[in-house]
């Protein structure tokens, strides 16, 4: 048991139970201990292997990103902004998908809606439409991203 309890120790592996107890053939014990959540190659799972939680550190990651483009730079020209948006927002969007790659509705509409509100700070193009302001930023929904690189 405590080959056990030292292997998962070793490899951070948090492992889901019930408060189980381990007896091994020499009548020595462990007791694995129920954990909610474990983060591993960081990407959160809950016991239900659901993946809301990492969406969701994601989506207020990108968002914190969001407002310090928004504090720091006031006059963006549409290319700096979207080189801006490419390495300090969307990398975190984008970060791991290929293990959580969203296919809920409401989660690939909630990761939407942050590159709709990213686009919207630069004041030329807030009148015209999010397809539009795609299109002028040379940009894609992150839906199509995700299905062109085969997620």
């Keep these: 048991m405590a080959d056990l309890q030292t292997w998962s120790q070793k490899w951070l592996l948090s492992l889901y139970t019930k408060h189980y107890t381990l007896v091994d053939h020499s009548n020595q014990e462990a007791v694995l201990e129920r954990c909610d959540k474990v983060k591993d190659l960081g990407v959160w799972f809950d016991e239900k292997l659901s993946l809301s939680e990492h969406l969701q550190d994601k989506i207020n990651k990108a ?89």
């Excluded at 006031?74 to 970060?95: A, E, G, N, Q």
Aim: hydrophobic letters at 35%; aromatic letters at 8%; one cysteine or more.
């Design 63 to 151: 968002y914190m990103m969001l407002g310090i483009i928004k504090r720091n730079f006031r006059h963006l020209t549409i290319p700096t902004f979207v080189l801006l948006y490419k390495t300090m927002l969307r990398s975190h969007l984008d970060c791991c998908c290929s293990v959580w790659a969203p296919y809920k509705k409401g989660d690939i509409e909630a990761l939407e809606k942050v590159q709709k509100r990213a686009t919207q700070i630069l004041p030329s193009l807030r009148h015209i439409s999010y397809p539009d302001r795609l299109k002028v930023c040379k940009l894609t929904t992150l839906h199509k991203r995700g299905h062109d690189r085969g997620v």
